[in-house]
T-cell receptor
Framework: SAVISQKPSRDICQRGTSLTIQCQVD?????MFWYRQQPGQSLTLIAT?????????ESGFVIDKFPISRPNLTFSTLTVSNMSPEDSSIYLC????????????FGPGTRLLVL | AQSVTQLDSQVPVFEEAPVELRCNYS??????LFWYVQYPNQGLQLLLK??????LVKGINGFEAEFNKSQTSFHLRKPSVHISDTAEYFC????????????FGIGTKLQVIP
């Protein structure tokens, strides 16, 4: 299984500012995923980040709000831009694993509170 | 498209008692099924998965789940819970056959009472 770290682990931010979340994997992976877990809700996929191409965003998420970088096969960043209190969530990155990539391995998450 | 329904948002259970966390899914294609656990202030960890074969799947920490295709269910069970099992449990589904988008349920909070 992959070992995934995220920075920061938590942050408190003011509305209107932006925060960049980093995700580091201990092995090279083609695909990385970013999820949002809003309070009391399940995980929602924000986007899929492939190295060397633009991220693919899910319905309801746009690049201007959640720009993603994928500079190499072990690293990705997600920026939450122009934050509002509604952006207060846990943000998780994950990578596929297991034979055929059916399983997902998750990072510890970044807990964001926007005031 | 797939969907997952976790029927109980919270399940309190006394220590050493058995527990069942319910999960139903809907899909027009064959699926893979998963249970993930999220301990407080941590990310998600895979408990077990059903890909094919035996419908009874055993996972880590003494948990098991049974895939029931006719009832479109994948309930999670443990015969005797421990305080350390207190966590949130997520059922998830994806179309079978290589990596596909995973859809998660809303989660069930298991509270083990000493």
């Amino acid at each position: 299984s992959a070992v995934i770290s995220q920075k920061p682990s938590r942050d408190i931010c003011q509305r209107g500012t932006s925060l960049t979340i980093q995700c580091q994997v201990d092995s090279q992976v083609t695909m990385m995923f970013w999820y949002r877990q809003q309070p009391g809700q399940s995980l929602t996929l924000i986007a899929t980040a492939n190295q060397g191409s633009e991220a693919t965003y899910e319905s309801g998420f746009v690049i201007d709000k959640f720009p993603i970088s994928r500079p190499n096969l072990t690293f990705s960043t997600l920026t939450v831009s122009n934050m509002s209190p509604e952006d207060s969530s846990i943000y998780l990155c994950s990578v596929p694993g297991g034979a055929g990539g059916q399983t997902q391995y998750f990072g510890p998450g970044t807990r964001l509170l926007v005031l | 498209a797939q969907s997952v329904t976790q029927l109980d948002s919270q399940v309190p259970v006394f220590e050493e008692a058995p527990v069942e966390l319910r999960c139903n899914y809907s899909s027009s294609v064959s699926v893979y099924l998963f249970w993930y656990v999220q301990y407080p202030n941590q990310g998600l960890q895979l408990l077990l998965k059903y890909l094919s074969g035996s419908t009874l799947v055993k996972g880590i920490n003494g948990f098991e789940a049974e895939f029931n295709k006719s009832q479109t269910s994948f309930h999670l069970r443990k015969p005797s819970v421990h305080i350390s099992d207190t966590a949130e449990y997520f059922c998830a589904v994806s179309p079978s056959g290589g990596y596909q988008k995973v859809t998660f349920g809303i989660g069930t909070k298991l509270q083990v009472i000493p």
